[in-house]
């Protein structure tokens, strides 16, 4: 018998996942027009490398990944580049981004697809290879895969986690992926397993989805597999990394560090599946399996386009009159999408129409009475009373000493708040207030560095011109020495009087002077290079591992940006 | 302005809370009743009137919505442990106004819902007993069995309390007899005087503490509270009152007496499980509701006053903030003290 571990906290919102599994995943339609954002995944933002105009074929590259953490886009079907520019992005900011619009021309005419033998690969090989497919974590972060890959000689690792979790009200692309596609996510698992060596392979599953469970047995049984598929209590959020982690290993991911660093790697389902297809088929992610439930007809998972405008899908499902708007992702953690114009991204896994009976609005937000229920509902074991305190008195160092950062969003805090505090947003925004200060002391560091290091070479040069004059000025008062001397031997030679030859030259005071500046420049020019450091050439271990952790910060709070910046936007 | 998630929301409202606090003291309250007579529904009544009246005032001045917050039920929830803590025949003004000061200083002076340090209806009692600590001690004999009018009269001062309408209370007599006996009376001896002692504490009012522990109990079962600062109360009790039993059972009183003496259920259950007021993290829960027992014990046993609970909680409450802070619990990810 498997042992199941438990993770504190957590909580039990109505699943309302019935509705969207009694039909099987449809096609979608090809839409009218596609507008592909190129910046789909945590990271950096490809460049477009179509331009308007242009034909392309479906699979064709559109964006290629401009850095290491960063994920190539491509175009989902073929047909015709009409604009590449910004448009609004599906994002609660309500921000606009790089696209590419994209008009199919209706024959789905692929390019040429090359599969990847990745076992006659080497490991960077094939993450350039998933990098290039546009492989991204489907669960919702969308980090891009190839990123996840570490040596097995640098960082072994024991147990890769598969996650089919799905913990969140509402969606149910991932059931309906294991339901009918699970031989293609088992074989993706194996392609994972044999890229980490991982020594075990343990897919969770939340135990509402009694059909996913079993269709992965039989896939892992068929497939000769030893992988172990766990069906784990159903309790949001069971579907999140850390805590199916805990969950299923009973260790926990120490705050602040990787999964690997204790042997430990994970990947969603759908992004094992879509790895398997980019491996086997040479596909690139053009397309993802999305829920399209909620106050609609006919709810139902469809297979779409990325880039597939939401009013579209929508319309397939049959939104019931009363509908008020969208909401991209689960009720949990997704956000309402600011326009139906916005289309499909890679992370997108479920379109919820909303209804005031649905969602009703927010009761108004009473005072904390500090009763605990947030911190006995918080899977990270947080305690969410005390940093909304600090949060909303924008202490925000005292909501960092209370782990602000290791909140994972989840929104259990909220759910359970009876004064109908809006927690989880507090700590978005103070994370994002934290974020924005960092990004702003950078700023000033950088500019304080950049002038100290002007005034510093400013200094150089004219210690060094003077030095210059300094060293002239002495070598002409030596030839001139010289020349007296020569004339002084000549004199002496013509027996001049002995007076004149013991009379120092006329102009040797002056020389001495000189020569004595000279020295005492140089001597001050010395103790200001020891005093100072020079410029960047000549620096100690020590400094350039500092300069280094300097810039993986500025890295990192790069990457953060995007995320603070939109978040500042939400109310 | 768009919602952000989560767009569900359990059913859970301040307004529940407190409706559950108050349901779950109706088992005491009906025993209380029986025992006393409806005065104490008069004195709860008073206490509610002058609840709701001062916060109002205080909200329309602190300028907050006066429905949203009239019907939070905490103020409720003060009224009714004021009524159920004064002496049930206690002048009308003596209840009304404790309560008022209660909500007006204790509570919105501080801040209001949420920000008050110190549990206001133990603030009350506290400040009612050092400025009248001979109306506070005058708690109606058992056997004295009035009618409603008499009470009501009693109440509203136009029947004068009568000294010998009175006695003292289980603990008091307890103490003063050992205080007389100067040794030679033993805790056995007094207990069985059946006037003023029943099977396992006061009589009479061993069956109203029982009602309390009923009542908190269904708030455990409820999650309304948790059972950190209840046990830890009670367990502090029990090992005080037990380790001076067994070491003298002859001067001092068994933990089944204390338990269901004096506040111990109340505070145990009702009182001490503020959370606004008390400990926030499970294991300063746990020291919370000790501190409270000691002190309360303590109080009781060797100080001048009859029990020692609204003390004990207030000056738990100066230290809620750094039990709170010095017991912090390990997060996600830091359980080896990493």
Redesign the interface.
Known sequence: MFQIFK??GG?K??SHKTQSVTEPIGVAPLPSRLVVPLHQSIGGTPRPVVKTGDRVLKGQLIGEADGWISAAVHAPTSGTVRDVGMYLQPH?SGLTAASVVIEPDGKDEWIERVPVDYRKLSLPEVQKALQQAGIVGLGGAAFPAHGKLVAPAQNPIDTLVINGGECE?FITCDDMLMRERAEGVVRGTAIYRDLLQARQVLIGIEDNKPEAVAAMREAVARLGEDFQVVAVPAIYPAGSA?QLI?MLTGK??????LPTTIGIQCYNVATAYATWRAIEFGEPLISRLLTITGNVERPRNWEVLVGTPIDELLALAGPKADTDGV?M?G??????V?DAQVSIIKASNCLIA?SPGL?P????E????????C?RAC?????P??MYWFARAKNFGKAQE??VF?CIEC?CC???????I?L??YF?FAKSEIWARERDKQAADTAKNRYEFKLEREEREKAEKAEKLAKAAAAQAAKKAAEQAAAEQAGAAADVAPSTATTPPADDPEAAKKAAIAAAMERAAAQRAAAQPQNTDALTPAQQQEIDQIEARRAQAGIAEDTAASEKN?? | ??????????E???T??MSEVCLALLPGIAVYTWLIGPAILLQIAIATAAALAGEAVMLKIRGK?LG??LS?G?AVVTAWLIALTFPPLAPWWLIAGGTLFAIVVAKHLYG????NPFNPAMIAFAACIVSFPALMSQWPSQDLHLAFGEQFRIVFGFTPALDGLTAATPLDALKTALKQGEGSASVATILANSQTFGHFAGRGWEWLTLAYLVGGLWLWQRRII?WHVPLGFIGAIVLLSGGLWLYDAKQFASPLFHLFSGGVMLGAFFIATD??SGS??PRGKIIFGAGCGLIAYIIRVFGGYPDGVAFAVLLLNICAPLI?LLT????????DG?
């Not at chain 1, 009720?331 to 309402?336: E, H, L, W």
């Not at chain 1, 899977?379 to 305690?383: E, M, S, T, V, Y």
């Not at chain 2, 912090?328 to 359980?335: C, L, T």
């Open positions: 993770f504190n909580v919102p109505p609660p009200p850390k805990r926990e991911v120490p705050s602040g560090k909401i992702g009720p949990m953690m997704g956000f309402a600011p909303r969602f609005p927010n009761l108004p009473m005072p904390c009475i500090r009763c605990g229920e911190a899977p990270a074991d947080l305690q009373y005390e209370y782990h290791d929104g909220s759910f359970v708040c009876p004064s109908h809006p989880v947003q978005r939400q109310p | 302005m768009i919602q952000s998630s989560p767009y569900v929301r359990k859970a409202s301040v529940r809370v919505p949203l917050f939070d905490s209001g819902l949420g920000q948790t959370p606004v926030t993290t709170s912090q619990p390990p997060i996600y990810g830091a359980k990493k």
